[in-house]
């Protein structure tokens, strides 16, 4: 990453991503934040809440205690981006505290780009995980925004509610939801922006693994969707990793399912060894350092080993 950065400062572009916040990460393009870089992650979870007769309030509940599941962004105000992290800006799990899973990972398959290469595909996991391992959960709290924060994310997500009785569906209706994000990894970094694709819908039939069957041929379309967008604009993208999740609604519950790419900065104090006052190291510190190495310098359990985490 030293070679990028050197490359990129000689065009006046620095990649430092630091909040001065103690703690707390804060939203890209808040004031007050040192460097004109961002660090980017990725979110996709589905939450659940008995139905009221107030459709309104039932959808920022649900839609809440998504943000709140796994990987802890409660309480921010939220702002869309066109769902691109450029040149300027870094993936967690994969630019900065990089999950060894993502060096491991086989492809779940390919799919032909504008130039003839071949793109892999693969479980957004690891990428996922290294989110809820920085940003903690709701429950033990780690370097989430700050209450409070504008963060600027590529997100997109989708609301339905289940009858309490067998009887046909309206729209707004359903028997579950799901939402999915793919992150592709422009093949040049210097020149070039990686890009986020988010989904979601609503599940129609009580079958789940119908639905899971469905997903998987969604995210078929979704590369499909990637190679397109990278034809379009002329980058060619070294791989993709894309993530899903969904759940099903009880008689009588709204399901809301989100899938969010927050654009942040890093609070120096979740940086072992770090300082206001050297941020170019504060950065390489976390290029240089795995997710595993990380936790262990900031004495962190891992949240998301084995099956703790169901996205």
């Known amino acids: 990453m030293a070679a990028l950065d050197e490359k990129l400062n000689r065009n006046g572009v620095d990649r430092i991503a630091l909040s001065p916040y103690r703690q707390w990460a804060r939203g890209y393009m808040e004031p007050g934040n040192i460097g004109n870089g961002y660090v980017t992650g990725l979110k996709v979870d589905a939450g659940v809440r008995e139905k009221t007769d107030d459709e309104m309030l039932d959808g920022i509940v649900s839609y809440d205690r998504a943000e709140c599941k796994n990987a802890y962004i409660g309480q921010i105000n939220m702002t869309t981006a066109s769902s691109f992290t450029g040149p300027q800006g870094h993936l967690l799990g994969y630019d900065l505290l990089r999950n060894p899973a993502v060096d491991t990972a086989k492809p779940l398959f390919h799919v032909k780009q504008w130039d003839d290469s071949e793109l892999p595909i693969y479980d957004a996991k690891p990428l996922q995980d290294a989110l809820v391992e920085y940003f903690g959960t709701v429950n033990e709290r780690r370097h989430h925004p700050a209450p409070g924060a504008f963060v600027v994310c590529a997100n997109k997500g989708v609301t339905a509610s289940r009858p309490k009785s067998d009887v046909p569906m309206r729209p707004g209706q359903g028997y579950g939801v799901w939402s999915a994000i793919a992150v592709s990894i422009a093949r040049n970094p210097a020149m070039d922006s990686s890009m986020y694709i988010e989904d979601a819908g609503v599940w129609e ?75 170019d190291t504060d950065m390489r510190i976390m290029e240089n350092l795995t997710l595993p190495q990380w936790l262990n310098a900031m004495h962190y359990r891992s949240l998301t080993v084995g099956e703790a985490i169901q996205y």
């Open 205 to 279: 039939t009580p079958n789940e693994d119908e639905l899971l069957e469905f997903l998987e041929e969604r995210r078929h379309a979704i590369t499909k969707s990637i190679a397109e967008c990278g034809r379009d604009a002329g980058v060619v993208f070294k791989g993709s990793w894309i993530g899903f999740a969904h759940v099903m609604m009880k008689p009588g519950q709204i399901g809301n399912a989100i899938t969010v790419g927050p654009y942040f900065t890093l609070p120096v104090d979740s940086i072992p060894g770090g300082s206001l006052l050297t941020p």
